[in-house]
């Protein structure tokens, strides 16, 4: 069973970073697309950003795109989020989600894994 455990969220001020990271079990992790899904209260998961298999392709939802930053380290079989000029409105519970096959990146129910999920609060 393929394991995801996420770290790094935590309550910080407007404008501030933050780095979140995901740990995947499986040890050939470029099996893996990867992907950061956020859920804020009372609303749906919705998608923040995905990287392909070996990281030279990325998407991101428009209201982050220039502000965080998905990557991958195939050596520690980690996902990051850098996430830069935070804003309240990024406050959510973030999880990273895995999938071994295409399909569309932004939809959650493609994804086969699923981490448990790490806190972010923006306070203005």
């Known amino acids: 069973q393929v394991r995801l455990v996420e770290s790094g969220g935590g309550l910080v001020q407007a404008g501030d970073s933050l780095r979140l990271s995901c740990a995947l079990s499986?040890?050939?992790?470029?099996?893996?697309?990867m992907a950061w899904f956020r859920q804020a209260p009372g609303k749906e998961r919705e998608f923040v950003a995905n990287?392909?298999?070996?990281?030279?392709?990325?998407y991101y939802a428009d209201s982050v795109k220039g502000r965080f930053t998905i990557s991958r380290d195939s050596a520690k079989n980690t996902l990051s989020l850098q996430m830069n000029s935070l804003k309240p409105e990024d406050t959510a519970v973030y999880y990273c989600a895995a999938r071994r096959y295409s399909g569309s990146y932004y939809v959650g129910s493609e994804y086969d894994y699923w981490g448990q999920g790490t806190q972010v609060t923006v306070s203005s």
């Open positions: 499986e040890r050939t992790f470029t099996k893996y697309n």
């Open positions: 990287i392909s298999w070996r990281g030279g392709v990325t």
